[in-house]
């Protein structure tokens, strides 16, 4: 199947969950990634502001500021993402595509980023994932050397065995849902 045919069937999926449904699985999934070492061990954090129904962020943005950490958004430029560091969750305005983009000028290179967090239309189980379809991720993270670790958020219901892949195509590490937290480059994952 295209990967266009895949986005719509998936974007409807997500786009039909109710806001009760979305903050308790949001929660959850929040709650696994914050409970675990490679949260707590990162100082440098590359977070999202979520649109259309997109996994929340708020509390890993609470959590990450509590504690002392760098949080940074990725902002579009050119072609590509650049990313600026976020102390108050006001400081966003809109953005390309009605995306929240923080408005500051702290710009913070990817190289310094232990942990990305990423969203996405669907992933796989290999750690492939699917965005909207402009590649903005795929170029950011091939532009400038990416030492962290890349980490997926989305629900169960968006994660896929297999999604088609491209050469382009830049591979999670983990994934988390509400159910788990998959380690996409263990050999078990691989089976
Ligand atoms: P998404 O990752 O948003 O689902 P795609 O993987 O389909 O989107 O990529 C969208 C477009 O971005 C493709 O036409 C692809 O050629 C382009 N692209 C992705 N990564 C790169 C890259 N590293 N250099 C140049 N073009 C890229
Ligand atoms: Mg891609």
Do not use: W
């Amino acid at each position: 199947m295209p990967k266009s045919l895949i986005r719509k069937e998936l974007l409807a999926q997500r786009h039909a969950l109710c806001p009760a449904e979305r903050r308790l699985l949001g929660e959850a999934i929040q709650g696994r990634l914050l409970a675990g070492s490679m949260f707590r061990q990162c100082r440098t954090l590359g977070l999202y502001s979520p649109i259309r129904n997109e996994v929340p962020t708020q509390d890993i943005f609470q959590a990450a500021a509590l504690s002392g950490k760098t949080i940074a958004y990725p902002r579009v430029r050119d072609a590509s993402l650049e990313f600026i560091a976020v102390a108050d969750p006001g400081a966003f305005e809109k953005g390309a595509f009605g995306i929240p983009e923080p408005k500051g000028d702290h710009a913070v290179a990817i190289a310094a980023i232990d942990l990305l967090i990423v969203p996405g239309v669907a992933f796989d189980l290999s750690g492939g994932r699917l965005g909207y379809g402009k590649g903005y991720y795929d170029r950011a993270l091939a532009a400038e050397t990416f030492h962290g670790r890349l980490v997926g958020l989305c629900y169960e219901m968006q994660l896929l065995a297999f999604l088609p892949r491209e050469s382009h195509d830049v591979l999670m590490d983990v994934i988390v849902t509400e159910q788990r937290t998959l380690f996409t480059k263990e050999p078990a994952a691989v089976l």
